[in-house]
């Protein structure tokens, strides 16, 4: 599978989208006045405690409090509570050794809320969940900080491996260098992309993340919450150090310093493959050159069409998403079951990539078309679980019920990704009403007997050319054009503009300025 990542940088913002065997399946969008992202730490102010929720809204200066939950408190609270209070006090140059901190005893799993953020503590958080619809952030107190190999999480001794690194010999070596090199009060969590590589390159990276959390330590000391601490790196970056792999071919922006930042990590961490990396500066829209403004506009909307026919219905309520498909006029035999089948699979592929494209989060009820054997369901939803495969936020997918609905989760970071593709319509300006056809000619008319009376004299109207052929018909004599000109006693010239929509009109004077009515 060929990757492209098309970056477009603009004065709002960075627009990222990524597309696999050119189809676009991701859209990215930073903002440049963009805050309380995925990743950032803050150190903010227990507000209110709730029991009946066993949870906390945090003030981290947004407009609504953030909600922390008893489960996202993290085991080692107590010691980010002692660690927080002791960074924020800490007068020394160097800062203290955080090898030498003392952990405190672990929470417990059904403990309350109450029992650990008593007296309303300040406490550092992560951000977990960006602000979704009229809802604060939601924060975690498990802290990870995640580099190109591996993640560190402070506080803990733990060595974890990737699930997805199937072989056990190169898990135990993997284990084995980073226990062998990993500083004191700091826990790992290898990576995927870490398979194969050697001891130096995780130790870079250890390296870079240790000095990453004295950073934090630094920005801690003599903080008032509530206030950013630490800033997730930007989109751009984030997305390389998460998904770049041997399947890219080419990555491309239109802004100079994000190709040389982008050049300069991917030379860090896979010199072989920075010559991918391209700078753009051609005239046309860079996302119009790669035909992803064209993908944009066709994939966003209530109907996605798909190749064969086909069509999804696409409908968002506050609960749940709901995806409708619907066969349209593809055929491919005589077999009613056979069709449906076809379809069905075809449409699978195609939410599967809607649902990372726009980003879609909760539950999600798919109705497929109707299916009569069971090893037909079945194969439905083995295809969509495949195609979610890479799909990098979490998701569950459910067997496919007798009614036809196959009941999809997928977690949610942010919010949706939602782009108006319609336009409004210039006949009725969106109202769905307009004048009838029949009575503009009447309208016409008296806008006519209102200008002559107040002596305005040669006239010029521009209308649409169907409605210039119907004002000027028939002989001169006979024309609506020549009958106002005898009732009225007055020049009145009818000209056609192609530019106009079929109700609309102007008037203009003898010097062609437009007569505002």
Same mark, same amino acid.
């Given at each position: ?40 730490? =803050?150190?903010?102010?227990v ?22 939950? =008893? ?117 790992v ?80 961490f896979?010199?072989d ?10 005239g ?13 506009k ?38 009613q ?36 054997h ?29 009614f ?16 108006n ?7 009725c ?20 007997? =209102? ?46 503009n ?9 008037f203009f ?8 009515l």
């Open positions: 599978m060929n990757k492209d990542l098309i970056i477009n940088a603009a004065p709002t913002g960075v627009e990222i989208a990524l597309l696999e065997d050119k189809k676009l399946v991701e859209l990215h969008n930073e903002k440049s006045d963009a805050s309380f992202a995925v990743g950032d730490l =803050y150190l903010g102010k507000k209110k405690l709730i029991p009946g929720l066993n949870a906390a809204f945090i003030d981290v200066g947004f407009e609504k409090d953030a909600f922390l939950h =008893y489960t996202d408190l993290s085991p080692y609270a107590r010691s980010i509570l002692k660690f927080t209070q002791q960074a924020i006090g800490d007068k020394s140059e160097e800062g203290f050794d955080f090898t030498k901190f003392q952990i405190e005893p672990e929470i417990v799993k059904t403990g309350k809320i109450n029992e650990v953020l008593s007296g309303k503590p300040n406490v550092l958080v992560q951000i977990l969940k960006e602000p979704i619809a009229a809802k604060g952030p939601r924060l975690s107190c498990e802290i990870s900080l995640p580099g190109r190999y591996i993640v560190v999480t402070p506080f803990n001794d733990v060595v974890a491996v990737s699930k997805k690194i199937h072989s056990s010999e190169e898990r135990k070596r993997l284990q084995k260098i980073v226990e062998s090199i990993k500083p004191r009060n700091f826990g969590i290898v990576r995927t992309a870490a398979e194969g590589k050697n001891a130096a390159d995780l130790h870079e990276d250890i390296l870079m993340l240790v000095e990453t959390w004295k950073n934090i330590q630094k920005n801690l000391r003599s903080a008032v919450a509530p206030c950013k601490i630490l800033s997730e790196q930007d989109k751009t970056t984030s997305i390389l150090r998460d998904l770049l792999n041997e399947d890219f071919n080419r990555i491309v922006t239109n802004d100079k310093n994000i190709y040389n930042d982008t050049r300069n990590y991917i030379q860090k896979a010199p493959k920075a010559e991918i990396v391209s700078f753009y500066n051609n046309i829209p860079i996302y119009d050159q790669y035909g992803v403004t064209k993908q944009i066709s994939s966003f909307g209530k109907t996605v069409n798909l190749p064969s026919g086909a069509y999804l219905i696409v409908e968002h309520t506050e609960a749940l998403h709901v995806i409708d498909v619907n066969s349209g006029y593809k055929s491919v035999s005589n077999n079951e056979e069709n449906a089948l076809q379809t069905n699979l075809e449409a699978a592929e195609e939410i599967a990539r809607q649902l990372r494209l726009r980003d879609i989060g909760g539950i999600i009820v798919v109705d497929f078309i109707d299916m009569k069971p090893e037909n369901k079945k194969r439905v939803q083995d295809a969509m679980e495949e195609f979610m495969r890479p799909d990098r936020a979490k998701h569950a997918v459910l067997p496919i019920s007798k036809g609905l196959m009941q999809i989760t997928r977690q949610r970071m942010r919010p949706e990704v939602n782009i593709t319609s336009e409004i319509c210039p006949c300006n969106g109202t769905g009403k307009t004048t009838p056809s029949v009575l503009l000619v009447d309208e016409i008319e008296k806008r006519i007997h =209102y200008l002559v009376t107040h002596q305005h004299k040669n006239l010029t109207l521009m209308v649409h050319p169907i409605l210039y052929s119907h004002l000027t018909k028939g002989w001169f004599f006979n024309s609506i054009q020549a009958k106002w000109k005898r009732k009225y006693k007055t020049n009145i010239i009818v000209k056609k192609n530019d106009y929509y079929f109700t609309e009109y102007h004077d003898s010097n062609d300025e437009e007569i505002k």
